[in-house]
């Protein structure tokens, strides 16, 4: 009869809808040995309702989180319920940020599921927060079976963030942990364009400490005879100091940043 009013009575008015999801302590109790079945329903629920219009009293993505928990925590398998939840059903910033709490908990539950941490990343990167994004994206990466495009395009995430010297630091850990050698040289011909960036920036540092200033260019420090050559930008069109970033020290960046993997 549930199931038959998930799938059929979809036309039916607000004031007849049923938003209703019960404790999750009484839902485990009162399924007996039925739990799979239930939580696949609250699953089938969550999903037909991803693109439902909602009664303004009823608070959209809390609504299909409860649903999407239901059917995590009945069926522990479910993982999809967490991707649904976590990564499709937000739409902006506040629900982003209920995605991560719900991602946070199911991992509890998951704690060796690569897939939690990289959702969580994933989260974090909407937000524009890409230190997080790179803290949950290292989680992923340490865990058995994730693919190796999270452990190599982490560097993505300490540029944009501003943190080359603890991307440095990652690669360099990283490389002692590999056995492929496709993989590994991959691996270092990205540290070695962090490392360049790495080294212009310091090179800025040290123009501030001499002159009281930062230079309007890179080409300020060839002038000064603090590098001999801009190195060449590996992944992008040339390194170039970027002095409108929200912060009174300029930083050095490429011009189109490698994305890819």
Do not use: C
Not at 179 to 203: G, N, S, T
Request: proline share 4%; glycine share 6%; net charge positive.
């Amino acid at each position: 009869m549930f199931f038959s009013y998930l799938t059929e009575n979809r036309a039916k008015a607000d004031k007849q809808k049923f938003y209703f999801v019960p404790d999750l302590k009484y839902l485990s109790l009162a399924s007996a040995t039925h739990k799979t079945f239930l939580g696949y329903l609250f699953f089938i629920r969550g999903i037909l309702d991803l693109n439902e219009p909602f009664p303004i009293s009823i608070n959209r993505m809390d609504y299909l989180l409860a649903n999407f928990k239901a059917a995590g925590a009945l069926e522990p398998e479910l993982t999809r319920a967490y991707f649904f939840g976590g990564v499709v059903a937000g739409k902006n910033q506040k629900d982003s940020l209920k995605a991560i709490a719900f991602l946070k908990d199911g991992s509890q539950q998951k704690p060796g599921n690569w897939k939690f941490p990289f959702w969580i990343g994933l989260n974090y990167l909407q937000l524009g927060d890409y230190s997080r994004a790179a803290e949950y994206y290292q989680k992923a990466a340490q865990l058995p079976g994730s693919p190796n495009y999270i452990k190599t395009n982490l560097i993505f995430f300490y540029y944009k963030s501003g943190e080359v010297n603890q991307g440095i630091a990652y690669l360099q850990s990283l490389i002692l942990s590999l056995d492929d050698k496709k993989i590994i040289e991959l691996v270092k011909f990205k540290l070695d364009w962090l490392q360049r960036l790495a080294m212009l920036e310091e090179k800025v540092r040290q123009y501030y400490e001499l002159y009281g200033k930062y230079p309007q260019d890179l080409e300020e420090l060839k002038a000064q005879g603090l590098i001999s050559q801009i190195p060449e930008d590996s992944f992008g069109q040339g390194f170039y100091l970027d002095k409108s970033a929200d912060s009174t020290r300029p930083r050095v960046k490429s011009r189109k940043v490698w994305q890819g993997n």
